[in-house]
DNA sequence: AAGCCGGGGAT
DNA sequence: ATCCCAGGCTT
């Protein structure tokens, strides 16, 4: 996969128009405010992996309210970390998060490393995650490609209404050319592009509806002066993952269940007889599946052909936390 | 490269 | 009912 390489005059206008509209444009995402700790910028960007920023917001108000520091967190029941997660999505987020801190305060003095590769060493903490850090919380000129920059970059540069497939390392060298040079600081330009970059993707080029006629890349962009084409065809790009009468909905349940209990409610349900339960009516599948019937969810997952897999992933969420709560008396089979 | 890991809001 | 979201890890 080649990529079209951007003239010079093309990317000072880009880079012109795109820093001119986010300063105009930016929400006020909190973790923005001047003042935000390394740590607290490294917190936003895992909660914000596959989860829109709205709904971060107030979780992470809270959580740093709670633990300031990552030895606060590493500090931390994991039934507590895992009850302040909610419903964020995607738990094992909040564990990794939590090893990171330990890590942190360990081994760094509590503050958060700002070099990439060191960042990438941390639990959780990827390739887009460390560009992130390293620009957001550090003033760095790094190449931050999330879901965002990529498909502005696509659009614009290489007329694709998608980026294609995987991120590989040829994208990623190809996306670092637009990144303006500077020396590192804060408020750098290459700071500013590549979070006005993200921002663009998130409020005008958007997947599925983009708005082109308010873009300020929209005079330069190839996908918008070739009219737009459709992506590749459907087959091509992942189909949604099943919910409804998965692993991943049982799962969730018996997280809902133990998260809202109290410990002495919770051991009651784990222990409970489930004699009566009917596996015919496959409660779980129901998706007003409601606190109370966790033992028929345990029960089910004796009755899957892997539940090798499902009882591992479940045990490595809450054996140590929520469980020990309930008396360590939460025995998923194997 | 592909599959798996949550959950809720938008379309 | 499907798509989408400031991705990362394992196989």
Request: proline share 7%; with cysteine.
């Amino acid at each position: 996969m080649t990529h079209r390489t951007p003239t010079e005059t093309d990317l000072a206008a880009a880079h012109e128009a795109v820093l001119t509209w986010f300063d105009a444009h930016a929400r006020d995402l909190p973790w923005r405010a001047p003042g935000t700790s390394a740590w607290a910028v490294l917190v936003s960007e895992i909660m914000s992996q596959q989860t829109p920023v709205a709904r971060v917001a107030p979780r992470w108000r809270d959580w740093m309210a709670r633990w300031p520091a990552p030895s606060d967190l590493a500090a931390a029941p994991t039934a507590e970390v895992l009850r302040a997660w909610d419903s964020l999505g995607y738990p094992r987020r909040a564990l990794r998060l939590k090893d990171s801190a330990a890590v942190i305060a360990s081994e760094h003095g509590d503050q958060v490393p700002c070099d990439e590769q060191t960042l990438r060493a941390l639990p959780g903490i990827g390739a887009y995650t460390a560009a992130a850090v390293a620009a957001f919380a550090c003033g760095q000129r790094t190449t931050v490609l999330d879901v965002n920059i990529r498909r502005v970059l696509a659009r614009a540069f290489d007329g694709h209404a998608h980026p294609k497939g995987a991120l590989t390392k040829s994208e990623t060298a190809w996306a670092a050319q637009f990144v303006p040079a500077g020396p590192d600081a804060p408020g750098a330009r290459h700071v500013a592009w590549n979070a006005g970059v993200m921002e663009l993707g998130a409020l005008v080029c958007t997947s599925r509806s983009p708005r082109c006629e308010v873009c300020p890349l929209a005079k330069q962009c190839r996908w918008l002066a070739a009219g737009r084409p459709a992506g590749d065809d459907p087959a091509r790009r992942p189909k949604t993952q099943a919910w409804h009468g998965t692993d991943r909905q049982l799962r969730g349940a018996i997280m809902a269940v133990l998260k809202a209990a109290e410990a002495p409610v919770a051991r009651e349900l784990l222990t409970a007889s489930a004699t009566e339960f009917d596996p015919e009516s496959d409660p779980w599948f129901d998706p007003g599946f409601a606190a109370g019937t966790v033992e028929a969810a345990i029960l089910r997952v004796r009755e899957l052909g892997d539940g090798q897999r499902i009882g591992r992933l479940v045990d490595a969420l809450i054996a140590d936390g929520l469980a020990a709560e309930s008396g360590g008396r939460l025995h998923l089979p194997h």
